[in-house]
């Protein structure tokens, strides 16, 4: 009688690891077919770095 419980606890298993499975694909395809809620993201804004002056403007001089 314990073959059988085991077999019952591993096809339950296997059952809800397909099922899981399942659910992950569909929310998959789902979040594939929807269109993302901003289609054409603006592209970042790239500034060049501050470079460095030649002379202090305030500081302190020793």
């Keep these: 009688m314990n073959t059988a419980r085991s077999m ?3 096809l339950r ?4 690891a397909a099922m899981l499975a399942a659910a992950f694909g ?3 395809g789902v979040g594939n077919a929807v269109d993302p809620v901003m ?4 592209p970042a804004k ?7 002056s030649p002379e202090p403007s305030h500081g302190m001089s020793h």
């Excluded at 289609?39 to 603006?42: L, M, S």
Aim: aromatic share 10%.
């Design 8 to 10: 019952n606890t591993a």
């Design 13 to 16: 298993i296997t059952a809800f």
């Design 26 to 28: 569909v929310a998959y």
């Design 39 to 42: 289609a054409d993201p603006r």
């Design 46 to 52: 790239h500034e060049p770095a501050p470079t460095a």
